[in-house]
């Protein structure tokens, strides 16, 4: 339970004590400053606390925005100001001043003791979150005439149109917007009303995608049919638990980080029911499934290092960003260049009709391409505006991009020695090192074929490669470019020496290993982008890091015969995802990291 003090005279006629209850507030009155800070010392230390005049005249979204929004430690809007238990000691210090000042009789301009608080906050550096209202009312009328045109301010708008409309993410791709939103947004005020929470109907979009794979599996026409309309529900569902959160407010570290594995799960469980289902008609799509994988994630990888090298960037200096400024300016260039990045939500459109009307391997094709397209398109535009940009990385960027490299024991062993080896090269050093050397064990697994030695010697030289382009701080203006780099390497030897193996198993197995190392790295984006720090370092040695787990693989495929191989694949695939699935549980579950709302990939 939150607890609400309401301060001053209460206003005949007011609904804002049952407004409040309705948010989940205990309300308390207190007729001056004096009482409200005792209240206020009396709220338990874990309760939400709101500061609210009586003589508030507002929308109850308003209050909803202001008050109940669990992301922020302080919030405010006119009238009424609300701390959570991690800004409850800026509240008491801000509220035993303006008492103190009271009692000395000093005057002031702003009668509402909420608002003087909020002044008081701000110049005590306290950052305090004022939500966007728009159209939304939320005063503090100061005599009768103001107040009844207040009150007609509130009556001339739509409150519930204004949040189902912002229930709706702001960015969104042109299938979403056109297609899904228009009732999704029912659908979540649907589960609002029935107590759901955006988790439960993340899970629900999960199993449905995983029925999706199940009747794609199949590998009947009817299966087919049945996967993409399934997958379309899947899709649905989950634009509807983003809009369920923004709507309710439901917000949390956990469901972010749910909505965007659960993503990725459904994704890729998706691509094995493909594959599955091609087997059974006699068409062998594993190759073209991890491919897609591969492809997939690598993308997203450059999105996450992209996003952290920049998080803190103060200015936006770059030509290239100017112009993408002004071409936004310009309706229809806005919506062809979010679909031709191919966008989850047009992604999924795409492979539920291919699924339905053509077959896996064309699904595939179209899949690879377009994601290769996409993927050349956002990179390009990435890499010119690093270029030209004149911002400074900052050291939680690079730690940042450290953390995202994924280094094993064998490159930390390294990087010590090859600091100052490393801090005499270029700036552009760590990208091109770590491409040269994923791009040398990569071709030697394609190019020698199964059981030899040489990609074992060539993954020597990239767990040394790999050193070298972590062993100064990633603070250059392309380094964001070095955990995309080396994810590539990684899956792409694996998918190269599983298909060399050319056995059956060999390319299941090695899906099976590369989604569970994706998870792992997913895993630390979100961990990262919760300020709950990355994954530990114990989990990273355990599990060998991005430089031994490519050695390893490389060394099974040149003492093992390719049976064996796959075999030692799953064992490896196996091992991994018990690791870093029970640590991920264990720590989203317990580790009460903050809120957070993270808009994800656009759908």
């Avoid at 109907?201 to 199940?214: D, E, K, N, P």
């Avoid at 594995?261 to 094995?272: C, I």
Wanted: some cysteine.
């Amino acid at each position: 339970m939150s607890t609400a003090i309401l301060t001053g005279q209460p206003v005949p006629g007011s609904s804002l004590e049952g407004d409040l209850r309705s948010l989940g507030f205990d309300v308390r009155i207190a007729s001056g400053t004096a009482e409200a800070g005792t209240l206020l010392a009396g709220v338990p230390a874990g309760q939400r606390v709101a500061v609210v005049d009586a003589r508030f005249v507002g929308h109850a979204h308003a209050l909803r925005l202001g008050l109940t929004d669990p992301r922020f430690p302080l919030s405010a809007i006119p009238g009424a100001v609300t701390a959570q238990p991690a800004g409850r000691q800026a509240l008491i210090r801000a509220m035993g001043r303006e008492d103190s000042a009271e009692r000395a009789g000093g005057t002031t301009l702003v009668d509402s003791l909420a608002d003087r608080v909020v002044a008081a906050l701000d110049a005590d550096g306290a950052d305090v979150h004022r939500p966007e209202l728009g159209s939304l009312v939320a005063t503090v009328p100061g005599d009768p005439q103001t107040r009844n045109e207040a009150r007609q301010a509130v009556a001339a708008v739509d409150d519930e149109a204004v949040r189902l409309k912002s229930a709706v993410k702001a960015r969104d791709g042109f299938f979403t917007t056109y297609f899904i939103s228009p009732y999704s947004r029912y659908i979540a005020r649907w589960c609002a009303r029935r107590g759901l929470t955006p988790n439960q109907v993340t899970t629900a979009s999960l199993l449905t995608a995983l029925i999706a794979a199940a009747c794609a599996a199949t590998g009947t026409r009817g299966g087919f049919v049945a996967a993409g309309a399934l997958l379309i529900a899947s899709f649905v569902l989950d634009c509807t638990d983003g809009q369920l959160a923004r709507y309710s407010l439901q917000y949390s570290t956990l469901g972010a980080w749910l909505d965007a594995t659960f993503d990725r799960a459904k994704e890729y469980a998706y691509y094995a029911g493909l594959a599955l289902g091609a087997a059974r008609g006699g068409d062998d799509v594993w190759a073209l499934a991890l491919g897609a994988m591969v492809l997939q994630t690598c993308r997203h990888v450059v999105d996450f290092s992209f996003n952290e090298a920049n998080h803190d960037a103060t200015a936006n200096t770059s030509p290239t960003a100017a112009l993408s400024d002004k071409l936004d300016s310009v309706g229809w260039t806005v919506w062809v260049r979010r679909m031709i990045v191919l966008p989850i939500g047009e992604r999924w459109a795409m492979i539920a009709v291919l699924t339905a009307v053509t077959t896996p391997r064309i699904t595939f094709y179209a899949l690879l391409v377009g994601c290769a397209f996409a993927a050349t398109y956002t990179t390009a535009g990435r890499v010119l505006r690093s270029l030209t940009r004149k911002a400074r990385r900052t050291d939680r960027a690079a730690q940042a991009l450290a953390d995202l490299a994924d280094s094993g024991p064998l490159a930390q062993a390294l990087t010590g020695p090859l600091k100052r080896a490393a801090r005499r090269l270029p700036g552009f050093t760590a990208p091109v090192v770590a491409l040269t050397g994923g791009l040398a064990v990569v071709a030697t697994a394609v190019l020698t074929g199964f059981g030899g030695p040489w990609t074992t010697v060539a993954a020597c030289g990239y767990v040394l490669t790999s050193a070298l382009a972590v062993a100064r701080p990633l603070k250059g203006a392309l380094d964001w470019l070095v955990p995309p780099f080396l994810r590539a390497a990684e899956y792409g030897t694996v998918l190269a020496l599983a298909a060399d193996a050319d056995v059956n198993g060999a390319l299941p197995a090695a899906y099976g290993l590369v989604a569970a190392v994706a998870y792992h790295h997913y895993d630390t984006v979100y961990r990262i982008r919760g300020n709950a720090g990355a994954s530990p370092r114990w989990l990273v040695r355990a599990i060998g890091g991005h430089e031994g787990r490519t050695l390893v693989v490389a060394a099974l495929a040149a003492l093992l015969t390719a049976s064996q191989f796959t075999v030692a694949l799953t064992v490896l695939a196996v091992a991994v995802a018990l690791v870093v699935l029970v640590e991920s549980i264990r720590f989203w579950a317990s580790a009460g990291a903050p809120a957070v709302h993270d808009e994800g990939e656009t759908a």
